[in-house]
C-alpha cells in the first residue's frame, strides 16, 4: 500500500519561507513524479508544480515561477516544496501527489496547513 | 493555460437520483481528463482518468464521458457516501500548468 505522509501544519509570518515535505512509501519512489497541489480554504484546487526524481526534472506552474522549490531526497524517498516571499493569500492546505502516469494524480499525502499571519 | 469550468456549481439530490456534472476545457483536451472526489478534510480521491476510465476499487455507478472539450461525470445512482465535491482535472501532454475545474458540490435534498 502506498502512504505520504506530509509535515505538519505552519504558521508563518508574511515575507518569510515555508518548507513542506513528503515521504512516500510502500513503492518505488523512483519511477514516479510528484506534485503538490494547494487549496486554499473554501475554494479549488490549484497545482503548483512536480518533480520526476529519476529525471531530476521540475515543473513549476508560472504562477509560482521564482517564488517555489521542488526538490527530492531518494535516499529518503521524500520531496520537498519550499516557497518563498510568502503572503496572506498563501494561507492554504498543500497536498503532495503522486502521479503513476503523467497529469494522473493516484495517490495524496494528507494535506499540510500552512497559515500566513502577522 | 487551459481553463476548466464546471457545472452547476452545487447540486441537491435525492438518494437513489441519477446525478450528471459537467466539465467544460477552454481547447480541446482529447481524453486527457480527470475526475476527483473529495470529502471535507480530506485530499481529493481519483475516480475517473482518461475521461471514461475507471479507477481501480471505484464503484460501477461512477462514469464519465467525453472527448475534446466536453465531458460529463454521472453518479448512476446517489448513495450517502458521495456527499461531496466532485472536480474534473485536465492534463493535455506538455501543456502545463495542469488545471482543475472549480468544482461541483453535491449533498442530499
Known amino acids: 500500500q502506498v502512504h505520504l505522509v506530509q509535515s505538519g501544519p505552519e504558521v508563518k509570518k508574511p515575507g518569510s519561507s515555508v518548507k513542506v515535505s513528503c515521504r512516500a512509501s510502500g513503492d518505488t519512489f523512483n519511477g514516479y513524479s510528484f506534485s503538490w497541489v494547494r487549496q486554499v480554504p473554501g475554494q479549488g484546487l490549484e497545482w503548483m508544480g512536480r518533480?520526476?526524481?529519476?529525471?531530476?526534472?521540475?515543473d513549476n506552474a508560472q504562477k509560482f515561477q521564482g517564488r517555489v522549490t521542488i526538490t527530492a531526497d531518494k535516499s529518503t524517498s521524500t520531496v520537498y516544496m519550499e516557497l518563498n516571499s510568502l503572503r496572506s493569500e498563501d494561507t492554504a492546505v498543500y497536498y503532495c501527489?503522486?502521479?503513476?502516469?503523467?497529469?494522473?494524480?493516484?495517490?495524496w499525502g494528507q494535506g499540510t496547513l500552512v497559515i500566513v499571519s502577522s | 493555460d487551459i481553463q476548466m469550468t464546471q457545472s452547476p456549481s452545487s447540486l441537491s439530490a435525492s438518494i437513489g437520483d441519477r446525478v450528471t456534472i459537467t466539465c467544460q476545457a477552454s481547447?480541446?483536451?482529447?481524453?486527457?481528463l480527470n475526475w476527483y472526489q473529495q470529502k471535507p478534510g480530506k485530499p481529493p480521491k481519483l475516480l475517473i482518468y482518461?475521461?471514461?476510465t475507471l479507477e481501480t476499487g471505484v464503484p460501477s455507478r461512477f462514469s464519465g464521458s467525453g472527448s475534446g472539450t466536453d465531458f460529463t461525470f454521472t453518479i448512476s445512482s446517489l448513495q450517502p457516501e458521495d456527499i461531496a465535491t466532485y472536480y474534473c482535472?485536465?492534463?493535455?501532454?506538455?501543456?502545463?500548468?495542469?488545471?482543475f475545474g472549480p468544482g461541483t458540490k453535491v449533498d442530499v435534498k
Open positions: 481547447q480541446d483536451i482529447s481524453n486527457f
Open positions: 518533480i520526476t526524481p529519476i529525471f531530476r526534472k521540475v
Open positions: 482518461d475521461a471514461s
Open positions: 501527489a503522486r502521479s503513476r502516469a503523467p497529469g494522473l494524480f493516484d495517490y
Open positions: 482535472q485536465q492534463y493535455q501532454y506538455n501543456n502545463l500548468p495542469l488545471t
